[in-house]
């Protein structure tokens, strides 16, 4: 029968996808001899290198718009934001870079792929990428009979499609050579099992440790002495150091002025009887309240901004405002009612609708914002950024050095200059970047190195750990003497009541990942009493909440013939991730030792 090619979640399914989209995204399937190799053109620039190996641009750009457009597609509704450009970028990036370790990596080990075994896949386990191309737009599903068809006819070109497929048999043997001696053992199997499917219940002493809290305060003595002898907790990796200049996205006059003219239209179509106010707010108002006819029901004084406000305790019932402005926008307001202090006659409170324009910056108006930030970056230098900057009283800011993969400090969504940042020579000037809110340019002051974070900079953490540690030592010893006491005869309850603050409580049944109360969220806790034995002390079993001892008390019973029915799939699932694991750890050491370069910032 017919094998389709499922997929299998493999880890290194990324590297057959980049291999896909490089082939097919970059040539077409039709006739013989109209293919160009993509390697022999020589107008094509390097992004990169890995050990003198390029990497592509063209391959890189198209790579990420692939991925640029996988994000588009999986969040329609919603507007890809400048963040994930950047982490698609640096996706772009890692990959083929890991890409390019693989297959030299293949070269070296001497992995091929012979005609035969081509021959063989296309014939007989076609990929599931291929066989897209074939699938039926009725019926959704793959029209067998088009696709080997298509095989067999001498007028289809498929080399790019024979580079795919080779590439795919020579990935799967690398899998397969870097996990051969990989094994999950029958006890592994059934430890998965029981934490899948386990419940227990299990009765527990413990100390909370918001329970032994007190004033205590680590001196200055006791903060020096925990950084010194834990160093490696306060490692910290490579950071950039940068100056940037802003220019925030801010509406002209004259968007300010065209958003009025459009106000006082609207304004006219309510007067002239040609939309009801109702009507004219659910068309056209940036507001939430425009699917309530623009009602905002009834307010004091003290509820809307000072424009609005006087606009609205100022207007006679069921008469249109003029366009009111306010740090939101313009407004039309009608007020539907009032009410008057008796005495003063005094108008304490109405009952109003309005309909809300708010002014945002015209694509021209971000043209020349964008242009005034460009002009900045031509007429600057590393020298003089700074000092032409504060010249001219723009928006500087002088951030902390900042880790790569995150934004740059007071500038969220700001992840492409932070990239950027870690990737420039000192005294390299960005293009200009965007945010949501900003457009921005980066100026290099190179990087601080990799090392253990000065004490001052992780004091606070420092105070944390010795506080945490000290918590640690005195709930051990309350709890040990009291587990000596069990493990003497009493019972939990017993010991319990005479030696607060311990506590004491029988679970609910829970199984590995489910909340115990006081406990915690799927702790070593209940993984424990899973693979306890029932009537049998856990003397001590620590959490994020405090530190027990337990018992099982109902451990339930394997159910041997489902166990059986299921071991096979968890063990290929606890394989598969034994697998990722190997290849991912190979990866890292391979990636530390590469010799890697990266063009993409260089001006």
């Not at 979640?9 to 980049?18: D, E, S």
């Not at 901004?305 to 313009?330: H, N, R």
Request: charged residues 25%.
């Amino acid at each position: 029968m017919f094998k389709l090619m499922r997929s299998k979640a493999k880890f290194l399914y990324w590297f057959i996808a980049i291999s896909f989209i490089l082939f097919m995204g970059l040539t077409n399937m039709g006739g013989r001899g109209c293919q160009t190799s993509l390697q022999q053109d020589p107008r094509m620039q390097a992004a990169g290198e890995v050990n003198g190996s390029p990497i592509l641009r063209t391959h890189y750009q198209e790579y990420y718009r692939s991925l640029v457009a996988q994000l588009r597609n999986q969040s329609a509704a919603r507007e890809v934001n400048p963040n994930q450009y950047a982490e698609a970028e640096e996706r772009a990036w890692n990959d083929l870079v890991r890409r390019q370790i693989m297959e030299d990596a293949m070269d070296d080990m001497g992995i091929t792929v012979s005609p035969e075994e081509i021959k063989d896949r296309f014939e007989n386990n076609p990929p599931f990428q291929i066989l897209q191309y074939f699938r039926n737009q009725e019926t959704g599903q793959v029209d067998m009979d088009a696709y080997y068809a298509a095989l067999t006819n001498p007028e289809m070109d498929w080399s790019s499609f024979e580079i795919y497929v080779r590439d795919l048999i020579r990935n799967e043997k690398l899998e397969a050579r870097l996990t051969a001696d990989i094994q999950v053992s029958d006890q592994e199997v059934r430890d998965e099992y029981l934490n899948q499917t386990g419940r227990a219940v299990a009765e527990y002493i413990g100390v909370s440790f918001n329970d032994i809290k007190d004033d205590y305060e680590p001196t200055d003595a006791e903060i020096q002495a925990w950084y010194s002898a834990h160093p490696e907790d306060f490692e910290e990796p490579v950071k950039a150091k940068c100056d940037v200049v802003r220019w925030k996205k801010t509406a002209s006059d004259a968007d300010y002025a065209e958003v009025l003219t459009f106000m006082n239209e609207i304004r006219e179509e309510i007067l002239s009887g040609q939309k009801t106010f109702e009507e004219a707010a659910a068309e056209y108002s940036d507001d939430g309240s425009a699917t309530r006819g623009g009602d905002l029901g009834t307010f004091g004084r003290d509820r809307m901004v000072a424009s609005f406000t006087e606009a609205a305790f100022s207007l006679p019932v069921g008469e249109i405002s003029e366009p009111v402005k306010t740090p939101f926008g313009y407004h039309l307001i009608e007020v539907l009612d009032q009410s008057k202090d008796a005495d003063s006659g005094e108008v304490f409170q109405v009952h109003a609708r309005h309909i809300l324009l708010k002014v945002t910056p015209s694509e021209e108006t971000l043209g020349e914002i964008s242009e005034q930030a460009q002009a900045f970056v031509d007429r600057v230098n590393g020298s003089n950024f700074v000092s032409t900057a504060q010249a001219e009283a723009m928006d500087l800011l002088q951030p902390v050095p900042f880790i790569k993969g995150r934004d740059i400090p007071a500038i969220p969504l700001s992840l492409a200059g932070s990239n950027w940042a870690h990737g420039a020579k000192a005294g390299s000037i960005s293009r200009v970047f965007e945010t949501n809110d900003y457009f921005y340019v980066v100026h290099s002051r190179g990087t601080q190195p990799a090392g253990v974070a000065p004490l001052e900079d992780v004091r606070s953490r420092v105070r944390l750990a010795v506080t945490r540690d000290r918590d640690q030592k005195r709930a051990r010893e309350i709890l040990s003497p009291a587990v000596g006491q069990v493990q003497m005869g009493k019972t939990m309850a017993e010991v319990a009541a005479a030696g607060s603050p311990l506590m004491h409580a029988v679970t609910d049944t829970f199984g590995a990942n489910d909340n115990i109360l006081n406990v915690g969220y799927g702790t070593d806790f209940n993984k424990k009493a899973l693979q306890g034995t029932v009537g049998t002390l856990v003397p001590e079993v620590e959490t994020n909440r405090g530190m027990f001892a337990l018992t099982p008390l109902w451990i339930q019973p394997v159910d041997e013939a489902q166990f059986e029915s299921r071991k096979e799939g968890i063990r290929q699932a606890l394989l598969a991730r034994k697998r990722a694991e190997a290849v991912e750890e190979w990866l890292q050491a391979q990636e530390e030792e590469a010799e890697i370069k990266d063009f993409r910032f260089n001006n």
